[in-house]
């Protein structure tokens, strides 16, 4: 089983994405003594724009985190997790697909 070009490119823009929502997750946590989570949109104000972009990013792993952490001790159902497994890594795509690019753009490549 060989992997195209395009193929290959579409798993390390979905690693990227992963990592870096990871990254921005974790970032947050660090800084604020506080978990990420979509709440953030709730306080309005400049609260909610200041998290705009952090949470843009940051999603996949939100919820991932969110659906693991439910499977777990809310017993939601399979086809729930795996519903959001699936716009995790859509979302996660998505987000690093505009890394590569910002990247490339930086890197003038």
Known sequence: MTLTPSALESLQTLCIG?????????????????RA?????????VTAVAA??????GAPFI???N???????ERRPIPFVMI????????????GR???DLAHMIAGA
């Not at 992963?18 to 506080?34: D, I, K, M, N, Q």
């Not at 705009?52 to 990013?57: E, N």
């Open 84 to 95: 959001a497994t699936m716009i995790a890594c859509g979302w996660s795509l998505m987000s």
């Open 52 to 57: 705009l972009p952090m949470l843009a990013f």
């Open 63 to 65: 919820i991932l985190r």
């Open 18 to 34: 992963l990592a870096l929502s990871g990254l921005l997750a974790s970032a947050f946590e660090l800084f604020t003594a506080r």
């Open 67 to 73: 659906t693991l952490r439910g499977r777990r001790f």
């Open 37 to 45: 989570s979509f709440s953030l949109l709730e306080r309005g104000g």
């Open 98 to 100: 505009v890394a590569l």
